[in-house]
């Protein structure tokens, strides 16, 4: 029904730059809160940012706060995710995340990207 596809991860050295995409299509009626999380090696699934339909409302935890933005196109459906001063530490596979309602349906689900893989070298 929901399809994401992500875009945009690699490898990159610490202080630099990569920017996320992930378009959402399928037979979608609505979408609200689009975001983006990530997961390291060994380490659980961690929230990166999220924004509101408006856009007005957007989290970041305390460690990209300041380095990444995440911005979304409403007509296109898609999110993005502006990464910079990027550090070693940000290595995890990134994943799209939308609550989006279905045309089949008459409520919200989540719906999750296949991940891309971001390697920031040091």
């Known amino acids: 029904q929901v399809r994401l596809v992500e875009s945009g991860g690699g490898l990159v050295q610490a202080g630099g730059s990569l920017r996320l995409s992930c378009a959402a299509s399928?037979?979608?009626?609505?979408?609200?809160?689009m975001g983006w999380y990530r997961q390291a090696a060994g380490k659980e699934r961690e929230l990166v940012a999220d924004m509101t339909t408006s856009g007005a409302t957007t989290n970041y935890p305390d460690s990209v706060k300041g380095r990444f933005t995440i911005s979304r196109d409403n007509a296109k459906n898609t999110v993005y995710l502006q990464m910079n001063s990027l550090k070693p530490e940000d290595t995890a596979v990134y994943y799209c995340?939308?609550?989006?309602?279905?045309?089949?349906?008459?409520?919200?689900?989540?719906?999750w990207g296949q991940g891309t893989q971001v390697t920031v070298s040091s």
């Open positions: 399928g037979s979608i009626f609505s979408i609200s809160t």
């Open positions: 995340n939308i609550r989006a309602r279905p045309n089949s349906t008459w409520y919200y689900s989540t719906f």
